[in-house]
């Protein structure tokens, strides 16, 4: 539920406890933010140069709780409360001002002198948290003033291609979540943490641990364009990992990561049981499968596989910096209009949905951290590349904001993805018996032995920088190989999932009817933030898997305590 308010403008707050109006402590923080954004806006300025034009005050606090246990025992039991401040200082105008270009950042920041902290006291002390505002805007001021004469500098010397604003208006934004405050039964999560790993105990395994934790992350953001935000997330989290050995000595993993909004999105302890129990029966047939040779040839990706290969393989070429950052590949620069996909594919960006069927998704948020408003983006339609996504930060031919800029903590926030959605024309789609049967009839085209299915995927990894290749790395866990002549399945293990995105997007060939979701989180140059992909099993004329890189370690020399 939304609920607007209008605040006071600039107060005077003596150094005691915060108070807001309805004894909400949130309201006042934002209004002591307001405070000092308000002094900075109207009085920063250094003699003989420019005031800002911009600036914003980001304040995010965490609240983490977390419980781990290991063969049964409890191993980690901990709280932690955290609060840090970004603030983003812009000197010139929204068509050329003082922010550094990724490649530029090291060049301009000053290594030497007083640092501020970014950490804000916990404490609800107005004086002392704008004390640590005060420092960090006088500091981001002055690096503002110097990085714009330098890039002034720079335009005499260097050929501009063309030109792209630097910054993007927004409208002014006024919102405050409901307060959101984390479910947390100590006793019982301590229980469940033992419950569940003690599964793993009394089997010859390396490891076999879960852990349940809560994040709950409440950001406030002011700006001197108006906007007035608190905005509020919590995700629960139940992990579990167990780490076995095959008789060559190859590691195996398995495990899973569950997420919820809510505590009661997350499965029950039967269900959370039975797929420990899976996971183990895993680790004994991966144990006894084959060693995959390296194969190039027709797969099926289940779901969340293709979810991962598309938001490795596409939705990273599709954020908006890497569009001007010359030391980025680039992938699809300028191919707005061309098809870059089979026809029959649309891809999406959607933020502003919570769920998909009865899933929760990670990716959901309904304004990002620059306060702009979560938008349903279309990227590829029909095949078609339609836009990127952005940030604040403009791209050729894309001036505003489609509300992807994300970061965590104090990074800078980027055009990030939320939640990637992969969807099939509906003329296009088959099913899953459809589709297997269509993977042996290419299989028998290409006069291969076998094809495979891709089951299961740990998550990926991408090399967007110029300097590299420009490919995808996929790490699947669950891989069968599909017998040509019979159909029949058998588990493989000790490979990854390898490829160029433009060559390997070529080659899907047809969808599922069907539809899975994967949850996760996404690292890169603006810190780790919660995604989601929706996707169907996707089938592709040609994959390429290599043999993965796993260390073969001598097993221990004695038995575990409890196969005495």
Known sequence: MRAAIALLGALCLPAVALAGPGGDPRQALLAAMEAELDRSTAKLRLEDHEAPYFISHRLVERDEVAVEARFGALLFDATEQARVAAVDVRVGSYRFDSSEKPEDMLLFEPMDGFRPSKAVPLDDDPEAIQATLWLLTDRAYKNALSTFLQKKAKKVTEVEDKHVDSFSKAPAVKHVDDAAKLAVDRARWRQLARTLSARFRGRDLLDGSVRISADHDRTYLVNSEGTRLIAERIIYQIAFHAVGQAPDGMLLEQGATLYGRRWD???????????????????????????????????????????????????????????NDEKEGRTFKGQIGQRILPEFLTVRDDPTT???????????????????????????????????????????????????????????????????????????????????????????????????????????????????????????????????????ETLVRGVEMVGTPLTVVSKVKAVSDEMGVFNGYCGAESGYVPVSAVAPAALFTEIELQRSQKDKERPPILTPPWRR
């Open 265 to 323: 999105e997350l499965p029950d302890e039967a269900a959370l049981v039975a797929q420990v129990d899976e996971a183990i029966a895993n680790l004994e047939a991966l144990a006894k499968a084959p060693v995959a040779d390296p194969y190039t040839g027709p797969a099926i990706l289940e779901p969340e596989a293709t979810g991962v290969f598309f938001h490795e393989a596409v939705g990273h070429r599709l954020e908006g910096e890497r569009q």
């Open 354 to 488: 919570p769920r998909y069927a009865d899933q929760g998704l990670n990716g959901w948020y309904r304004f990002d951290d620059e306060g702009v408003a979560a938008q349903n983006t279309f990227l590829v339609q029909n095949g078609v590349l339609k836009a990127f996504l952005t940030s604040r930060t403009p791209v050729e031919g894309t001036a505003a904001s489609n509300g992807h800029g994300r970061a965590q903590g104090t990074h800078r926030p980027m055009a990030r993805m939320g939640n990637l959605i992969v969807e099939g024309a509906k003329a296009g789609t088959v099913s899953r018996k459809k589709l297997k049967a269509m993977l042996l009839d290419e299989v028998r085209k290409q006069g291969k032995p076998y094809g495979l299915i891709v089951r299961d995927i740990t998550g990926g990894n991408t090399n967007t920088s110029s300097y590299g290749y420009q490919a995808f790395k996929g790490i699947p866990r669950m891989v069968y190989r599909v017998d040509a002549k019979t159909g029949t």
